[in-house]
């Protein structure tokens, strides 16, 4: 499994086109991300943790799905599952924000 993550981590890495979707936000995205009412999870997708408006609420699940898009066309380039390359976004994305890994994180 920890091989899997490096293969796909690799290729994460080779494919401009995903960082931009992995952190496309707005003000306000950014600001409740700062305040910790939105987070990354660990799953390659943001999630709200607090109360907020409605329209942050749409922006971050307008932002998933752009993210789920992006993942689902890596995947088929890279025979491998969208689950796995969300997984391997999220570890990447948690590890540069300096936050807790999940044990399959771990390399």
Do not use: H, W
Request: hydrophobic content about 50%; some cysteine.
């Amino acid at each position: 499994m920890t091989r899997k993550f490096a293969i796909i981590a690799v290729a994460l890495a080779l494919s401009t086109g995903l960082a931009g979707i992995a952190y496309a936000q707005n003000a306000d995205v950014t600001a409740a991300l700062n305040a910790g009412a939105v987070t990354e999870q660990a799953d390659g997708y943001l999630g709200v943790t607090g109360s907020m408006s409605g329209g942050v609420k749409a922006e971050v699940e307008a932002i998933n799905i752009k993210r789920r898009a992006a993942y689902t066309q890596l995947a088929a380039q890279k025979g491998v599952t969208v689950k796995d390359v969300a997984a391997a976004v999220g570890c990447t994305t948690l590890k540069k924000r300096g936050a807790a890994l999940p044990a399959y994180c771990a390399n």
